[in-house]
Structure formats: C-alpha cells, structure tokens
T-cell receptor, first 117, second 116 residues
C-alpha cells in the first residue's frame, strides 16, 4: 500500500537554528506532495506543494522543500526557526494513479516541533 | 482568499443530542470534505462532495450525516454520538475532485467536539 513516513515524531530546536523535517513516500506512481502546518488547537495551513518543475519549492513563512525522486523524499527546511514555528507538521501525498480513492491525500503521522528560546 | 470558515468553534453534546456542524467557503470551489482528527494524529477523511453530490463515504457510521445544500456550504449532522467521537472536525475545500492529484485542499479551523 502507498504510504508516507515522517521518521521524526518530535524535534526540538533552538530559536534561530536551522530546521529540516523529513518526509519519505513509498515508491509508486507520480506523487503530488504537500506540507501542512497545524498550530495547537487550529486547523491545517498549507505551507507549500510540489506538482512538477523545479524540485526546490518555496512556501509561506520562509519554508522551502526539496523533492528528490531518487530518494522518494520531500524534506521541509527553514534556515532560521522562530518561536512561532512551534507546531505539528504534516507531509501529505496524492499518488496520481487515477480514479476514486486513489485521489485521497495520504498523510504522514506528523512531526511535532518545539522551539527553545 | 483561501478561507474556509467553520461554526461552531467548540461544541459539547450529550449522546442523545442532535447537533450540526457548518462549513462555508466562497472561493468557488466545487469539492468539499469532512475530516475527523484525533489529538496528535493526522486527519482521517470522512466524506467528499463533488459538485454538491456525495462522491466518497469512508464507511462512516450513520450517526454522522453530511449535507451539501449548495456549492458554498457543507453541513455535518450529528445524532446519537458516542464519547469516542470526540475529536476535531475539519472541513476542507478544493477547486475540484479530479484524477489529476493536484487538487489542493484548504482547511478550515475546525470544530472541537466533545461528546459526554
């Protein structure tokens, strides 16, 4: 079955430090890739997405992600973390295998980010 | 504008109550979704509406009844819920529900439901 893995359940970084959150997906049909962020008690906000073209994607709030097909990865990065970035981060994938339920978003289990002052 | 609104923000109900959750978007999107999310877990898809018709029901118990009165509104009617149904209920919308895989979903803030 197609799947998405976020290997890090919880990450703590210091404010101002760089950040990389990992996302791997199972090999299969062409993936369409998304990163969402969820602040405590809030809904999900789209950070960025990748469909095709340049494999380095810029998003909101200073985030970027790089699609690496050879590694089946779509890691999220930020050069300097702010305290307000503390949140839950979800990677999600749609595999373009066509109709019906295959168009659903398949979610990773999330990475919880804590930021130390 | 990528805003999806949901009301109420919080809802507490007893197991014999009937209540409804509401979702609205004015982005001209023709696909709308209901998700259930437990704490520290990813969202679980419940229903998908495409052009106001139910396209996907993920084997959701009948005590949850969705309704799409028009292209901007989505309701979730609740009846005889169980305590384990307590969760954050998220609504989302996208331009369409297609085979392309590129239908970006935009989420509302959710309704925090507690069933006593």
């Amino acid at each position: 079955a197609q799947s998405v893995t976020q290997p890090d359940i919880h990450i703590t970084v210091s404010e101002g430090a760089s950040l990389e959150l990992r996302c791997n997906y199972s090999y299969g049909a062409t993936p369409y890739l998304f990163w969402y962020v969820q602040s405590p008690g809030q809904g999900l906000q789209l950070l960025l997405k990748y469909f095709s073209g340049d494999t380095l994607v810029q998003g909101i709030k200073g985030f970027e992600a790089e699609f690496k097909r050879s590694q089946s990865s779509f890691n999220l990065r930020k050069p300097s973390v702010h305290w307000s970035d503390a949140a839950e981060y979800f990677c999600a994938v749609v595999f373009s295998s066509g109709a019906g339920n295959n168009r659903k978003l398949i979610w990773g289990l999330g990475t919880s980010l804590a930021v130390n002052p | 504008d990528t805003e999806v609104t949901q009301t109420p923000k919080h809802l507490v109900m007893g197991m014999t109550n009937k209540k409804s959750l509401k979702c609205e978007q004015h982005m001209g999107h023709r696909a709308m979704y209901w998700y259930k999310q437990k704490a520290k877990k990813p969202p679980e898809l419940m229903f998908v509406y495409s052009y106001e018709k139910l396209s996907i029901n993920e084997s959701v118990p009948s005590r949850f009844s969705p309704e799409c009165p028009n292209s901007s509104l989505l309701n979730l009617h609740l009846h005889a819920l169980q305590p384990e149904d307590s969760a954050l209920y998220l609504c989302a919308s996208s331009q369409a529900w297609t085979n392309s895989g590129t239908d970006t979903q935009y989420f509302g803030p959710g309704t925090r439901l507690t069933v006593l």
